[in-house]
């Protein structure tokens, strides 16, 4: 299979290419990026995409050589009739104005470029000439750096709106391709230059690799592949058991829930509600979860606990909140703090519908005919009492909220008429308004969504 077909295989599997859809492409000059162009020259000419402009970033850390790929991308763009950006930074300067290293800063800069071209077009795609040499070498480094499953995916075909046709092609093919087609293309000094830690990957542990098997590069990755396709499934069960395990403390995770989950479900789970964490943490995390005690302070300053029922941020647990107080009307949406709630009348039959989808629907709904009087959504108050369902006595909600760990007390939703409390949101209703057998209207307290979740910050 050669390089277009196997780039047109990975358009179709990855779905790169929408309808209609313009290409930013990066070009460097090299070979890679030179039979990038080609094949996306040749996707404009049969209509595969709308439109077709290239970025090319000038780092001037080669002096005249830098100068020369840049003039090489002019008259290649020229000669092809391709819309060309450049743009020209003094990278080794900025990287040591700002305290970075050159090539983080490098990188930073050309993404930038790629992303600002993208405005010119309503629907569009970043293309670089990632290949997969370039992810054989990639996951090689991730691998000596300690890189765990996530790490092993490499580079990702498509990531956000950057796409990777070329991911696939060795190398050696890209030269091949270009040979063939007489394609001329520049060859960056520095890639010979062994100081670079992928330099000394690419010229000194792949050719021994390649000793042992000259197919190295593609039984890598079809490896990449496989890692990528478990770390995928790992990723959506961990998104899902984040869900699940929020609790009605803002903030707060079930402990309980989190334990139910094998432990790379569970591993990854706590790095996508702690985002700052190394695997250290993550591993001294999972240490406090299965004790049932425990915290782990992360170097920006944050504290995550443990206790017997929950996982938080210590920085919640003793967080103020004004006090509220407000008539509520069944059917009407009410935000406490950044959390939508509202009220449901419901048939018998409704709710028992509702509650062979989702059981906890249970802790949150009671008998709406024994209600006496107006409804009453407040803040918790000192001396606050009540009698949870099921429970042979009343309880002060200060011994409730300390025997459960709960943290954010003050944003918890409390409803009441005018005899008393009826509901404590996520702990339940009072037993004199609990649901039996005779219960014909149920009254669902019902969380709706974080209210900041759909909009940017």
Same mark, same amino acid.
């Given at each position: 299979?050669?390089?277009?077909?196997?780039?047109?295989?990975?358009?179709? #599997?990855e779905?790169?290419?929408?309808?209609?859809?313009?290409?930013?492409? !990066?070009?460097?000059?090299?070979?890679?990026?030179?039979?990038?162009?080609?094949?996306?020259?040749?996707? /404009?000419?049969?209509? /595969?995409?709308?439109?077709l402009?290239? $970025?090319?970033?000038?780092?001037?850390?080669r002096?005249?050589?830098?100068?020369?790929?840049?003039?090489?991308?002019?008259?290649?763009?020229? =000669?092809w009739?391709?819309?060309?950006? $450049?743009?020209?930074?003094?990278?080794?300067?900025?990287?040591?104005?700002?305290?970075?290293?050159?090539?983080?800063?490098?990188?930073?800069?050309r993404?930038?470029a790629?992303?600002?071209a993208?405005?010119?077009?309503?629907? *569009?795609?970043?293309?670089?000439?990632?290949?997969?040499?370039?992810?054989a070498?990639?996951l090689?480094?991730?691998?000596?750096?300690?890189?765990?499953?996530? !790490?092993?995916?490499?580079?990702?075909?498509?990531r956000?709106?950057?796409?990777?046709?070329?991911?696939?092609c060795? #190398?050696?093919?890209i030269e091949?391709?270009?040979?063939?087609?007489?394609?001329?293309?520049?060859?960056?000094?520095?890639?010979?230059d062994?100081?670079?830690?992928?330099?000394?990957? +690419?010229?000194?542990?792949?050719?021994?690799?390649?000793?042992?098997?000259?197919?190295?590069?593609?039984?890598?990755?079809?490896?990449?592949?496989?890692?990528r396709?478990?770390d995928?499934?790992?990723?959506?069960?961990?998104?899902?058991?984040?869900?699940?395990?929020?609790?009605?403390?803002? !903030?707060?995770?079930?402990?309980?829930?989190?334990?139910?989950?094998?432990?790379?479900?569970?591993?990854r789970?706590?790095?996508?509600?702690?985002?700052?964490?190394?695997?250290?943490?993550?591993?001294?995390?999972?240490?406090?979860l299965?004790?049932?005690?425990?915290?782990?302070?992360?170097?920006?300053?944050?504290?995550? *606990?443990?206790?017997?029922?929950?996982?938080f941020?210590?920085?919640f647990?003793?967080?103020?909140?004004?006090?509220f107080?407000?008539?509520?009307?069944?059917?009407? #949406?009410?935000?406490?703090?950044?959390?939508?709630?509202?009220?449901?009348?419901?048939?018998?039959?409704?709710?028992?519908?509702?509650?062979?989808?989702?059981?906890?629907?249970?802790?949150n709904?009671?008998?709406?005919?024994?209600?006496?009087?107006?409804?009453?959504?407040r803040?918790?108050?000192?001396?606050?009492?009540?009698h949870?369902?099921? +429970?042979?006595?009343?309880?002060?909600? =200060?011994?409730?909220?300390?025997?459960?760990?709960a943290?954010?007390?003050?944003?918890?939703?409390? $409803?009441?008429?005018?005899? !008393?409390?009826?509901?404590?949101?996520?702990?339940?209703?009072?037993?004199? $308004? #609990?649901?039996?057998?005779?219960?014909?209207?149920?009254?669902?307290?019902e =969380?709706?969504?974080?209210?900041y979740?759909?909009?940017?910050?």
């Amino acid at each position: 299979m050669g390089v277009k077909e196997k780039a047109l295989q990975v358009i179709r #599997r990855e779905q790169m290419l929408p309808p209609d859809c313009a290409v930013v492409a !990066g070009v460097s000059g090299g070979a890679d990026s030179v039979a990038l162009l080609h094949l996306l020259t040749s996707l /404009r000419s049969e209509g /595969r995409i709308s439109s077709l402009m290239v $970025v090319h970033v000038n780092h001037s850390l080669r002096g005249a050589e830098s100068l020369r790929d840049q003039r090489f991308v002019e008259e290649l763009c020229r =000669k092809w009739d391709v819309p060309l950006i $450049v743009e020209q930074h003094d990278v080794a300067a900025l990287a040591a104005e700002q305290g970075k290293g050159v090539e983080e800063l490098g990188r930073e800069l050309r993404y930038a470029a790629f992303q600002k071209a993208t405005h010119h077009y309503s629907c *569009c795609r970043i293309a670089t000439a990632h290949t997969a040499d370039d992810n054989a070498e990639t996951l090689l480094l991730h691998l000596c750096r300690g890189s765990g499953l996530h !790490g092993s995916a490499g580079i990702p075909p498509v990531r956000g709106n950057i796409i990777r046709p070329l991911i696939t092609c060795t #190398r050696e093919e890209i030269e091949e391709y270009c040979e063939e087609r007489r394609l001329s293309y520049v060859t960056d000094s520095t890639n010979a230059d062994t100081a670079y830690a992928r330099n000394r990957i +690419r010229h000194m542990v792949m050719s021994q690799l390649r000793a042992i098997n000259p197919q190295a590069t593609t039984a890598i990755t079809r490896f990449i592949e496989q890692a990528r396709q478990v770390d995928a499934f790992i990723e959506e069960l961990a998104e899902k058991a984040v869900i699940e395990a929020k609790t009605h403390n803002l !903030g707060a995770y079930s402990r309980d829930v989190l334990l139910s989950f094998e432990e790379p479900i569970r591993s990854r789970a706590l790095y996508r509600i702690v985002k700052t964490a190394e695997e250290r943490h993550i591993a001294l995390l999972l240490s406090a979860l299965e004790a049932g005690s425990g915290a782990v302070e992360l170097p920006n300053g944050a504290r995550w *606990c443990v206790s017997e029922t929950l996982f938080f941020e210590q920085t919640f647990v003793n967080e103020e909140y004004p006090f509220f107080s407000f008539s509520i009307t069944p059917g009407e #949406r009410y935000i406490i703090g950044d959390i939508s709630y509202r009220f449901l009348l419901l048939s018998r039959a409704e709710y028992e519908q509702k509650l062979n989808i989702c059981q906890h629907l249970f802790q949150n709904a009671l008998d709406y005919d024994r209600i006496s009087g107006d409804l009453l959504l407040r803040q918790r108050q000192d001396g606050d009492y009540f009698h949870p369902s099921g +429970r042979k006595c009343g309880k002060s909600l =200060k011994k409730l909220f300390n025997e459960q760990k709960a943290v954010l007390r003050d944003r918890i939703p409390i $409803v009441c008429d005018s005899q !008393g409390i009826l509901l404590v949101c996520g702990f339940g209703c009072d037993e004199r $308004v #609990r649901i039996t057998e005779k219960t014909k209207t149920v009254l669902l307290f019902e =969380k709706e969504e974080d209210v900041y979740d759909n909009h940017a910050p």
